[in-house]
């Protein structure tokens, strides 16, 4: 079974409007961590966001914010006032036994979703 | 963060030869990890490198292929060696910088004729 599933391999969002990109995570393990990384057509690996799994609050970070829904194992990202900058791939990553930085921070990722901002 | 540089950025090398992408992290850092995304895929861990000690390879990924070596806490080298069209990837390499944040490099972008 897949770790991590992102089930929209696309997405279009106006600018300015706002636009959730979808994680499902699969682990038994208690301690855990999600990640949202955002990879332009430069191939390089934005890191976003990250979520623990013992945090009581939705992270947030500027314009991103993380939807986390821990009994339906869902991490979505949500993307506020859309940029025109904010066209890219976007991956979902998590990371088991190490919510804290545990002795594993092997990440294992989704297979992405290409989100396109139209003007 | 961390700040993580990688050399070359991009290369095109002919079938049966070997490159070495290095990797430099501005910070001492204990583990680096190196990934590969093949064309229109996610991304994939090869090895953990710890310093001083033997990489630890990922399933379907050899040392013979893909040696790593980590002499310091600062950098690390990945070689794909005796490549083939098949290694035609992005090869990223990557720390944790905190528990709650790990960067990648910018990545080095091979392709193999």
């Known amino acids: 079974a897949q770790k991590i599933t992102q089930t929209q391999p696309g997405m279009f969002v106006q600018e300015k409007e706002a636009v959730t990109l979808d994680c499902t995570y699969d682990?038994?393990?208690?301690?855990?961590?999600l990640f949202w990384y955002k990879q332009p057509s430069s191939g390089e690996m934005i890191f976003l966001i990250y979520?623990?799994?013992?945090?009581?609050q939705n992270a947030t970070e500027g314009r991103y914010s993380l939807n986390f829904q821990k009994a339906r194992k869902s991490a979505n990202l949500v993307i506020s006032a859309s940029q025109l900058g904010d066209s890219a791939m976007y991956f979902c990553?998590?990371?088991?036994?190490?919510?804290?930085?545990?002795?594993?921070?092997?990440?294992?990722f989704g297979k992405g979703t290409l989100l396109t901002v139209n003007p | 963060s961390a700040v993580i540089s990688q050399k070359p950025s991009r290369d095109i090398c002919q079938r049966g030869t070997s490159l070495t992408i290095q990797c430099q992290v501005d910070?001492?850092?204990?583990?680096m990890f190196w990934y590969r995304q093949q064309p229109g895929q996610s991304l994939t861990l090869i090895a953990t490198?710890?310093?001083?000690?033997?990489?630890?390879?990922e399933s379907g990924f050899v040392i013979d292929k893909f040696p790593i070596s980590r002499p310091n806490l600062t950098f690390s080298t990945l070689t794909v060696s005796n490549m083939s069209p098949e290694d035609s990837s992005i090869y990223l390499c990557s720390v944790e910088a905190g528990a709650a944040e790990q960067f990648f490099g910018p990545g080095t972008r091979l392709t193999v004729l």
């Open positions: 682990t038994s393990d208690p301690s855990y961590g």
């Open positions: 490198a710890n310093q001083g000690s033997e990489a630890t390879y």
């Open positions: 979520q623990g799994s013992y945090d009581q």
């Open positions: 990553a998590m990371r088991e036994g190490g919510n804290s930085g545990g002795s594993n921070y092997k990440l294992t």
């Open positions: 910070s001492q850092v204990t583990m």
